[in-house]
């Protein structure tokens, strides 16, 4: 978590940036911390949402039979998204078309997954800024609902992941989906801390947790997803980093620290910034936003006073702060983008992301916050939802660091 000086900057920068909006100037000369900056400016969005959330009942997959599934009621189902019926053959193994959704596949458990993720912190980021139990005890019900009732939880593993009709019955590219779970894992641990989530629940959640990370480390999935060259691997230490956080996992946080350093940078970082890899998808600003997104969490989750991984740096000075120059530029305005356009949804991008928060912080530059805050927030088309995981920044700028 962010040390002292730089939650200092937070305030100053993030003043600076919304001198100019004239719902936030009259009061912030009585701003004194940089945890208050952003709980006003987040205010109206997060109750605004939580308080929606309040009438809507915890769903789980269970609430959806996957007839395609090889496995369990309880067992997580998704089909991969680029993969339609071939033409030639409409009845055999569907074939891939890079870049292109097709809406036919079995989407139902990602779609409770990615619900679960936006509602259940956003009820939390409403208790962190009320204190009012009812966020709380809503949130508690969301994660007993999806991690300890028995009839209603999911198993701790994603062996049926991302199937493909007439090939495989799941692939390890389907962890990509649960990095949905961090923000929930980050929320939960706020909880903890806070005294909010104790005995039996409290077990019952952490063990889950601890369960599918040991899986996510362990499995022929899992080990597999590891070494993907590109955002699935990014999206596997971002989840290892997350869950090892929450569940304690001291060693476990220090082995993706180490590899973030050593393999994740000098394998996905061009001398300019850029993700070559990223770059080559037919959704190069999509996916370069993506990456850039889990790559700045992962400094954020796995940053210490000691060791922060924002200014970290290769020899060559490959780094978040190189890839933050290049891309900030066409975050800022996409019509600079010099790629190719996304072959979909080119025109609902960018969005605000975290991470241009985070990242303003680290590296002394109130012109990403302000970026940041000119973006829209709360996406609203599926599959923009759905490359935007972490959604509440207050869970991740916390009054006192939690490491």
Request: some cysteine; overall charge positive.
């Amino acid at each position: 978590m962010p040390n002292t000086s730089r939650r200092n900057f937070l305030f100053l920068a993030a003043s600076a940036a919304l001198a100019s909006r004239n719902a936030f100037a009259s009061g912030m000369s009585s701003w004194s911390h940089p945890y208050s900056t952003l709980a006003s400016v987040e205010r109206h969005r997060v109750l605004t949402d939580a308080n929606r959330y309040l009438r809507r009942q915890p769903k789980t997959i269970t609430s959806v039979r996957a007839s395609r599934s090889t496995g369990g009621l309880h067992d997580y189902f998704s089909e991969g998204d680029y993969w339609w019926p071939n033409p030639k053959n409409p009845n055999g193994p569907y074939i891939r078309r890079d870049g292109e959704s097709n809406p036919a596949n079995f989407s139902a458990h990602r779609d409770l997954l990615i619900r679960l993720s936006i509602q259940m912190p956003a009820l939390i980021a409403a208790w962190l800024l009320t204190k009012k139990r009812e966020y709380a005890d809503h949130a508690i019900a969301h994660l007993c609902a999806w991690f300890v009732t028995p009839e209603t939880r999911m198993n701790p593993n994603l062996e049926y992941a991302q199937a493909i009709h007439g090939i495989s019955t799941g692939r390890s590219i389907g962890i990509i989906d649960t990095v949905h779970l961090v923000e929930v894992a980050q929320a939960t641990l706020v909880l903890e801390r806070a005294g909010m989530l104790v005995g039996s629940n409290q077990k019952g959640i952490h063990a889950w947790f601890a369960d599918y990370l040991h899986w996510l480390t362990t499995s022929a999935h899992g080990q597999k997803e590891r070494e993907a060259k590109n955002n699935h691997g990014s999206c596997w230490l971002l989840q290892a980093a997350g869950f090892a956080t929450y569940t304690g996992d001291g060693a476990m946080r220090d082995y993706c620290r180490k590899r973030l350093k050593a393999v994740l940078f000098p394998g996905q970082i061009a001398p300019n910034g850029s993700f070559p890899l990223e770059l080559a998808r037919t959704k190069p600003y999509s996916y370069s936003l993506f990456n850039l997104d889990i790559l700045g969490m992962c400094a954020q989750v796995l940053s210490t006073p000691a060791d922060d991984l924002w200014t970290w740096e290769l020899p060559d000075g490959r780094g978040l702060k190189v890839c933050f120059g290049f891309m900030v530029p066409y975050i800022e305005s996409k019509k600079a983008w010099p790629y190719p356009p996304d072959v979909e949804y080119f025109n609902d991008l960018p969005v605000r992301q975290p991470d241009l928060l985070f990242a303003g912080l680290a590296y002394r530059k109130p012109g990403y916050i302000s970026v940041w805050q000119r973006l829209k927030d709360d996406p609203t088309v599926p599959e923009i939802i759905r490359n935007h995981p972490p959604r509440q920044p207050l869970l991740w700028i916390e009054p006192q660091p939690l490491y």
